[in-house]
């Protein structure tokens, strides 16, 4: 088939489309790896969207292909049949007229004004010109090619939810957590007195304090009222495309609602300085890793979230290749995007759109929760106007369990 045809245009489409589907795939598995966990409800639902997509995907292909076969065989007869007719027009008296030279044509040329019609016959047939056809003069059959898959720029990743790793959220809108403030004490058996005789002392005694934090579940979701000819006309199919579009949206506004959670934290930072080097940025790290300990008591896994902005600051000190002496390693400018860009003293750095600019934090899984029921997408048919209406929801909620473990860092004036 030749270029440009609308056939080679929908494969292209296809291709492209199922290359993307193919990375969406992968950015998922990447996700739940740099957690080192399995994936979630949510993504395992996105993947069989995703799926279910690149089986159409390839029906279609497998359809494009037999048909152009089939087309391929049927043009090259169509040209056989030219060939013969034109062979056949060239021997009639069709036959195309040539002059050897201009005085031949010179001397036909008075044959014919002599009189001779067999002379006037042949000069029409040489001085007939066609008439060009060009696409302005049948723009009826001219159509308006959709190219390629729809140019949509969103980064639908959550890291911060994925490295919190949300939680069933079936317990009601409403529901409690046991928190922990004040543990039983042990001590040494001893009257206060300098004597080594203790026995019969009253031992120490301390009641266990545990209060309940409240989780509050909020709905998340939003919806489009699509017409039925839109669906039945589209191409690509624009259900697939606003279905997409909202499971983006909800991704995103729940990362940010988890990252405004995150940056509510009253702990004071540790700074570091304007131009650190990877020493003293280490450094500030360690001290805000030593602040986390101290409340979670190594309670659950440690990170380094970062907005966008930060990583000019942090990615530069640590080559993506280094000597086995560096602080840390793996920052590469070509991977750039949300998730875990590398690690510093083995803490792994995740960058989150979702963050304000220049925010840094230092925290663990044990200081903030994430809890989520997601409802997916909803249709409803409106047969009144031939439409139907999508919608697409879910529950989630944040739970600040103890913000003393989310330290800010925050860059120095000097």
């Known amino acids: 088939m030749a270029d440009g045809h609308p056939n080679d245009a929908m494969i292209r489409r296809l291709d492209a489309e199922l290359q993307e589907r193919m990375q969406a795939q992968a950015g998922l598995v990447a996700t739940a790896q740099a957690a080192e966990r399995d994936l979630n409800s949510a993504e395992r639902e996105t993947m069989t969207q995703l799926r279910s997509r690149v089986v159409e995907i390839k029906e279609q292909l497998q359809e494009l292909d037999s048909f152009a076969e089939i087309a391929t065989q049927v043009n090259d007869r169509m040209q056989q049949v030219d060939r013969a007719l034109m062979t056949a027009r060239r021997t009639g008296s069709d036959k195309a007229v040539e002059y050897r030279s201009a005085g031949a044509w010179v001397s036909e040329y008075c044959a014919a004004m002599t009189g001779s019609k067999a002379a006037r016959d042949r000069l029409e047939t040489f001085n007939r010109t066609a008439d060009h056809q060009t696409t302005p003069d049948n723009p009826g059959i001219i159509p308006d090619p ?40 042990v001590a040494r058996q001893t009257d206060g007195t300098t004597t080594d005789i203790t026995e019969k002392v009253e031992l120490a005694s301390q009641k266990m304090l545990i209060e309940r934090l409240t989780v509050t579940a909020e709905t998340y979701g939003g919806y489009v009222n699509v017409s039925r000819q839109n669906i039945d006309w589209s191409r690509p199919n624009i259900m697939d495309l606003i279905i997409n579009d909202l499971a983006a949206q909800y991704a995103i506004v729940t990362e940010e609602v988890t990252a405004d959670a995150i940056a509510t934290t009253n702990t004071s930072p540790v700074e570091y300085p304007l131009t650190p080097t990877a020493d003293e940025l280490a450094t500030a790290i360690w001290t805000a890793l ?38 840390g390693s793996g920052f590469m400018a070509g991977n750039f995007g949300q998730g875990v860009m590398g690690s510093i003293s083995g803490v792994p750095v995740i960058m989150s759109a979702a963050l304000d600019s220049g925010e840094a934090f230092v925290l663990s899984t044990a200081a903030v929760e994430v809890w989520e029921q997601r409802i997916g997408s909803l249709q409803v048919i409106e047969p009144s106007v031939l439409g139907v209406q999508v919608a697409y929801a879910g529950y989630f909620a944040t739970l600040l369990v103890d913000d003393d473990a989310i330290v800010p860092l925050e860059e120095g004036t000097a």
């Open 146 to 185: 959709i190219v390629g898959g729809v140019i949509n720029f969103i980064d639908a990743a959550r890291p911060l939810v994925s490295f919190l790793g949300p939680q069933t959220l079936d317990q009601g809108p409403v529901f409690y957590r046991p928190h922990v403030t004040q543990h039983t004490e």
């Open 290 to 327: 030593g602040t986390v300990y101290s409340v979670t008591k190594g309670q659950g896994r440690v990170a380094i979230v970062v907005a966008p902005d930060r990583l000019g600051a942090f990615g530069p000190l640590f080559a993506p290749y280094a000597p086995s002496n560096q602080q």
